[in-house]
């Protein structure tokens, strides 16, 4: 029985060994029937690689070509980082399709497959065509361009606008973060652009006691408006009362400054105020809260 059950394995082992055998002499066959074929197609695929790269190159000179083009034109930045994205974006889908063709396949084929991949990606990236769509609206109707500080008002989102690209705008902030957020969102909502006009208003607050000679501490402001080197002196300036409280006077005062100087306009002035009061001896109340304790009454 024992030298039954080895012949059967010996028998086994051999089916097995023969079947390896055959298979392998039937790929070595095919190979050798079909080794131009075979070879031929590999050198398509190295060609289409070397092709690829060099296409790249090319897609990379297009680009620089038309954006020294554009900026020669003095286009706005936006228009120049939109049409740039959107340029490299059509000739990578021109570059595939003719490395698909020059494989063999049917162009044809490969239009059917590039209007089908459109039509799904379109149904599935609705969010991201709406994005494009805001681009586009974004660089014709112009609500900001490259270099504008903006403030988002639906997530408070702010910065300076470094990148209006194909689908996002980049926003840069004080700190330095960058902050990405989808064209559609800016086509869509409320924003406010802070640097839209060349000269800005400062609006500044300030409490004087009641016991401070108001006529003085207006004087003082004014001459501080009339001394500030940033503020713009053709444009008005007014110092006023802006509230009677309950502890203190409200003077306000508004004078224009540039956009750019608005920032350290403000704080210089704050600062200016505060030392020229100190120096006057005019009082800045502040509210005071009053605690009332309740002692034990010892008998």
Known sequence: MNTTLGETGITS??????????????????????LPDIISFGIKVVLAFVFFFIGRLIIRWIQKLVERSLQRGKADQGVIQFISSLLKFSLYVLLVFIIATNLGVESSSVAALI???????????????????????????KPFVVGD?????????????????????????????????PNGTLANSSLTNVTARPERQVDLRVNISYQTDLKKAKSLLEDLLAGDPSVIQDEDKTVFVDSLGDYAVTLGLHAWVKTEDYWKTHCRLLEEIKLAFDKENIQMPYEQLVHMYQGTKKE
């Open 13 to 34: 082992a051999e089916e097995v060994a023969g079947e390896v055998t055959s298979e392998v002499n039937r790929i070595t066959q095919y190979c050798q029937e079909h």
């Open 115 to 141: 209007a089908s991949a459109g039509v799904a990606v379109g149904l599935a990236l609705q969010g991201s065509l709406a994005n494009f769509a805001g681009g586009v609206l974004i660089l014709l109707m």
């Open 149 to 181: 500080y903006i403030i988002e008002d639906t997530q408070k989102n702010e910065g300076t606008v470094k990148e209006i690209q194909i689908f996002y705008t980049k926003l840069s902030t004080v700190d330095n973060k960058i902050i990405v957020i």
